[in-house]
């Protein structure tokens, strides 16, 4: 039975006129009542049985009474052992002495302190007149004293709100506001409750002691803390304050348990018989039994009317199972064809599962030829994909034998400087032939010049005699002159024509100073315009850091962002992912790193040509886009030990797939890094296997073969314009900008002192060039001079001749001046060979090296083109490998769907057909060997067209008959069976009733009596004699006593009424009746609020010293006592604890909160 309280506050005052007839609780009259029999008189069940029929419409249902006695009651009469007076008589006497001999053997034990459920200590905040009050309890006994108005009552009023009582039934408010200290907004109630011992509550959540604290306001609200030991709250619940309440047994509203003043008073002075008869109900909370068995019966009652009509719906269930079982008595003659009809249906359940065991097995030779196929696809895929790598290596292979080819650079270096000298000795000889057929030209002059004289020198011999001695003495003086002059001529034209070649030849220095000057200072020009686009691309870079990998850098990667792509999004630029660790090894990383740092990778071809697009569109066609997987293979196995320093272990790479990517393209995690060329072979060699090795400082590639051998060639420089020069810089813009901006200034300042130079030099070589013009001229005048004087000579010779033919004097000093000019220009022309061959000579390794140099091209040319054709050929056939495995990949994910598919197919045939067979093995047996469906389906039809033609003459086919049977009978026997269930089930509540209400009259007496008993104990404590006189059927409560004064007077003759006695007579005997009800409950805290108030002196002291004695006495019993008179005549025990308040303030608006404690 759940618990509740005992009675509500709202019940708490009593009706004096209430009435006395017995309480009573019966059924509705229409239905068998159950009435409480003594024990004696115990009524016994119904053992007739309705004999069972085989038919369930005659089953005897309607044989069985929904009770034993039509007239059988259950009430709360007195008309039981109570009201037998013998009975009760005996029962007195058999019991008396038991209960007495208990009392006194009580009295002289000490009781023990509770472990759980009394109040260690209580606190007040803002509470009734209270500012702040807090007391700490003793376990047993607790006196709280002081004069009229200094607030003892509101202890009681605090435990009562504290532990989640009723504001009316303290009896000083109407709600909790009241409760409230004047003036203030808010208090607060916090109790302690004692939570030791083996039946304490949740011990290991609470601890020793549970502190319940209840906080409310002005406004109305209440709340609640309840909180452990060391002050953690646990809950703020009311119900866990129940639990607590229930689980300790504080019934906080029981009026027995905390009396206050105004109840105290009333039941002390005023109290009619029958208000203290229900006291004693509600404090022994008989009347909550009483309450609630009450309610038990009108629930019996209500199943009974239940029970009565579900009896009378019988007759008509029976009625409609006969009529259908009639019905289908008439369509029996159809149950032949039924039965060929589910013959029949059994063949053809297991007709189907045959066909779907046939399809099935169909789908799994599909199934199995599909997985042969597949492995043999996969073998092939193997294969292409062995092949591919096979390829990839071989193409790595001439990659790097490609790249160790090396370039030409030095050698072309070379040929432009054999050919600059080559030419200008061309040019010496170029000159040195002009000079050889303008003397060649002269002596042909000179041989015809000779041949002429000769000719005159025969011609005088002849006229020699005819001319006159004088006329040749004439013409002999003008000839010498003449000679003279000529030799003067040919002498100044000597030293002119030297001077010219040495002009000349200084003029030519001039020029090859100013071509060598003006090329430096091309060349500065060249490098002022990288270093102004470097410039350009690190402010760029400022800006913009992706600038370095591409134009339009952020555009693209929005673009390629905001793309759907059939793969994987494209990574890209590598670059973004990479960063060198130091700045040790830019040129290597540049070399191995820079033709990456602007890829993009995708994961499939299609991706591949969208992303060109992209990059064509954004002007970056020459960026290169890489196709791979995303495959992040484990590449330790390709490392070489530690301690050499590796391309990959020099840079960091934030994204696991471009570094795989890096590996698979430029071998990274294999490259090995060196300062010199010699570290750089060291290092190689020291790699098993050998391996590549890249020189920082000495810049070049060194390669070991497994075999031992090796090659060496330098790094091919990277021009300064190149954007590759702005990776792996590691410097902040604003660094490099600085820097840019002092070379910036250094390469000006020398383009400024060059062009300076080559200015001057010009002005040399325009100079030289003027002088040796101007000798030209004055050599080609010389010349004429010459000649006009030769001519000159030449003419007086004649004319000497024409005048004295035997002179031929002249003309012979002639001819030899001819001669000997044929002879200077002949040692002339021998000089220029001699120049000529030594030029030659000097010319010779020149052109014999250029030579070499050409055909080391032309075997370097041919070499790389057949290194390019390798490796072209070889992508080629790569290609072409990874376009096999990408057919047989994509024909193997095809194979898997077709086989995923067909394992789908066979997977639900495989359900259908166990789910077929199991339903066709619960619908009938296994059919050996049927035939197939469509001519089991076809007999099946025709036999069903018959049946059908025999039901339509009956209305209703034979299933719908039998399943009409079957419900009218299912309906029927549920009806029978429900009705019997429950009927067993009423019986047995009325049985459990009358054992339940026999034991609370049983209850009833015993308390009773022993209230009896203990009254008059206490009662003798005083000398005086007197009974408790209890009346059930009126339900009254009376008290009889007999003091001493009477028996002097009277002589006992008679019993003393309650209201004849003096106060404080009155309120000795009322202690005693409630020290006699505490006896019977349970509740480990009792309180009483100013007991002594009509007392004198001696009835006072007395009643103290009964109250501590039974406080004493009781075991785990707590006791808080509240009277306005001090304790200076009772003796004070161990166990006594008395609280003294302090004396109210007068002319203060609030008492004072000052407690002692004695």
């Not at 008589?89 to 002495?97: D, P, T």
């Not at 759907?564 to 040129?587: C, E, F, H």
């Not at 795989?660 to 990274?668: G, P, S, T, V, Y």
């Not at 590639?701 to 702005?726: C, E, F, H, K, T």
Request: net charge neutral; glycine share 6%.
């Amino acid at each position: 039975m759940a618990k509740r309280r005992a009675v509500d506050s709202d019940s708490e005052e009593v009706d004096d006129g209430g009435s006395s007839t017995a309480k009573r609780a019966r059924v509705d009259q229409d239905a068998p009542e159950v009435k409480a029999e003594p024990r004696t008189q115990r009524t016994q069940p119904n053992k007739t049985k309705g004999k069972r029929r085989q038919d369930p419409a005659d089953d005897g249902i309607m044989d069985i009474d929904l009770g034993d006695d039509e007239n059988d009651v259950v009430e709360f009469g007195d008309q039981h052992a109570d009201d037998d007076e013998e009975a009760q008589a005996r029962f007195e006497q058999e019991n008396e002495e038991i209960i007495r001999e208990a009392i006194r053997a009580k009295s002289k034990l000490q009781g023990g302190v509770a472990k759980f459920g009394i109040i260690e200590a209580i606190e007040m905040h803002q509470f009734m007149c209270h500012k702040y009050l807090t007391f700490k309890m003793g376990p047993q006994i607790n006196f709280i004293i002081g004069h009229n108005g200094s607030g003892k009552s509101a202890v009681l009023s605090a435990i009562t709100v504290a532990l989640g009582g009723k504001a009316t039934s303290t009896g000083r408010g109407s709600g909790l506001k009241s409760f409230i200290r004047e003036g203030q907004a808010a208090s607060e109630v916090s109790i302690q409750l004692k939570n030791q011992g083996d039946e304490a509550y949740k011990h290991d959540i609470y601890g020793d002691s549970i502190i319940i604290t209840r906080r409310f306001t002005k406004e109305g609200s209440s709340s609640y803390k309840i909180k452990s030991r060391d002050g953690k709250v646990i809950s703020t619940k009311r119900e866990e304050l129940s639990a607590i309440c229930d689980h300790m047994n504080i019934q906080v509203d029981n009026p027995m348990n905390v009396l206050t003043q105004d109840a105290a008073r009333q039941f002390l002075s005023a109290s009619h018989p029958s208000d203290k008869y229900k006291f004693f109900l509600r404090g022994t909370q008989l009347s909550q039994l009483s309450e609630e068995y009450e309610t038990c019966l009108e629930n019996i009652s209500q199943t009974t009317k239940v029970l009565m009509r579900k009896k009378e719906a019988i007759p008509d269930l029976q009625e409609r199972y006969k009529e259908a079982s009639a019905r289908f008595e008439e369509a029996s003659k159809a149950r032949e064809q039924r039965n060929k009809v589910d013959e029949l249906k059994k063949e053809l359940a297991w007709a189907h599962v045959s066909t779907k065991e046939e399809e099935l097995r169909e789908k799994v030779a599909e199934q199995a030829k599909v997985a042969k196929h597949l492995g043999k696809v996969q073998q092939a895929l193997n294969t292409a994909q062995e092949k591919f790598d096979a390829m990839t290596e071989e193409v790595t292979a001439y990659e790097e034998e490609f790249s160790a080819i090396g370039n030409t650079e030095h050698l072309i270096a070379r040929k432009k400087e054999l050919t600059e000298k080559s030419n200008k000795i061309k040019d010496r000889l170029q000159r040195l032939k002009s000079d050889e057929i303008e003397s060649k030209d002269n002596i042909k002059i000179a041989e015809t010049a000779i041949g002429r004289i000769k000719k005159q020198i025969e011609d005088e011999k002849v006229k020699a005699a005819a001319h006159s001695e004088a006329k040749q003495q004439e013409l002999h003086d003008k000839l010498e002159k003449a000679q003279n002059d000529v030799k003067e001529a040919e002498r100044q034209f000597k030293q002119v024509e030297d001077a010219g070649r040495q002009k000349r030849e200084e003029a030519a220095s001039a020029r090859t100073g100013a071509d060598q000057a003006e090329h430096e200072l091309h060349d500065i020009q060249n490098r002022i315009s990288e270093c102004d686009s470097e410039k350009s691309r690190c402010l760029q870079k400022q800006q913009n850091a992706l600038s370095v990998y591409g134009q339009n850098m952020d555009q693209l990667l929005d673009r390629i962002n905001r793309t759907q792509w059939r793969g994987q999004k494209p990574v890209g630029p590598l670059g973004k992912y990479i960063k060198a660790k130091s700045t040790d090894t830019p040129v290597v990383l540049r070399h191995v790193l820079g033709s990456h740092m602007n890829s993009f990778a995708c994961t499939n071809y299609d991706d591949r040509n969208l992303l060109k697009r992209m990059l064509v569109e954004s002007q970056n066609s020459g960026i290169s886009v890489l196709v791979a997987a995303v495959d992040l293979f484990d590449y330790s196995r390709g490392e070489p030990p530690e301690n050499c320093l590796t391309v990959l272990r020099a840079i960091e790479v934030s994204d696991p797939w471009v570094l795989r990517l890096l590996i698979n393209q430029a071998k990274i995690e294999s490259t090995m890094i060196a300062q010199t060329r010699a570290d750089a072979d060291a290092m190689a060699l020291s790699v098993q296997g050998g391996g590549v090795c890249f020189a920082e400082k000495d810049q070049y590639r060194v390669v070991r073969y497994p075999d031992g051998g090796g090659m060496s060639s330098p790094l091919q420089l990277i021009p300064r314009g190149d954007p590759r020069n702005m990776y792996f810089t590691n410097e902040d813009t604003s660094s490099q900008l600085r820097n840019l901006e002092e070379r910036l200034a250094q390469l000006t300042a020398q383009y400024h002192d060059v062009n300076q130079r080559v200015s001057n030099l010009k002005q040399t070589w325009n100079q030289a060039q003027g002088a040796a013009a101007a000798s030209e001229k004055e050599t080609r005048s010389l010349y004429r001079k010459v000649s006009e004087l030769k001519h000159y000579r030449d003419t007086l010779q004649t004319e000497a001749n024409d005048n004295i033919l035997m002179e031929t004097a002249g003309l012979t000093e002639a001819l030899a001046d001819h001669e000997g000019e044929r002879s200077m220009l002949m040692g002339q022309l021998e000089g220029f060979a001699e120049v000529r061959v030594k030029l030659g000579e000097e010319n010779r390794p020149y052109v014999e090296e250029l030579s070499k140099i050409r055909t080391q091209l032309s075997e370097f040319a041919a070499k790389v083109a057949a290194a390019r054709t390798k490796v072209e050929d070889a992508v080629e056939l790569r290609m072409k490998a990874q376009n096999e495995k990408k057919y047989y990949a994509e024909k193997l994910a095809k194979e898997q769907d077709k086989l995923t598919d067909i394992d789908g197919v066979v997977a639900t045939l495989t359900t259908e057909f166990e789910d077929w067979t199991a339903k066709a093995e619960q619908y009938c047996e296994r059919f050996e060997n049927p035939r197939s469906a469509v001519e089991v389906q076809r007999q099946l039809d025709s036999v069903r067209k018959a049946l059908e033609a025999r039901e339509k003459r009956h209305g209703a086919t034979v299933e719908e008959m039998t399943i009409e049977v079957n419900r009218a009978q299912e309906a029927l026997q549920t009806a029978q069976r429900d009705l019997k269930n429950m009927i067993a089930l009423n019986r047995a509540l009325k049985q459990s009733l009358r054992i339940r209400l026999e034991k609370w009259y049983d209850f009833r007496r015993h308390i009773a009596f022993r209230c009896k008993v203990v009254f008059q104990y206490h009662l003798s404590n005083r000398g005086y004699f007197g009974k408790v006189v209890f009346n059930h059927q009126d339900g009254t409560l009376q008290l009889k006593v007999q003091t001493d004064d009477l028996n002097n007077t009277q002589g006992g003759s008679r019993d003393k009424d309650p209201r004849s006695l003096s106060g404080g007579e009155k309120s000795f005997a009322t202690i005693c009746l409630l020290l006699a009800m505490w006896e019977s409950i349970g509740s480990p805290i009792r309180c009483l609020d100013e007991f002594d108030v009509f007392m004198d002196a001696v009835n006072r002291r007395i009643s103290m010293k009964m109250m501590i004695d039974t406080a004493n006495s009781s075991d785990g019993k707590q006791y808080i006592l509240i009277t306005p008179q001090n304790m200076q005549s009772i003796h004070v025990g161990t166990t006594v604890r008395v609280h003294r308040m302090s004396d109210p303030e007068r002319g203060q608006g609030t008492l004072a909160n000052g407690v002692t404690v004695v």
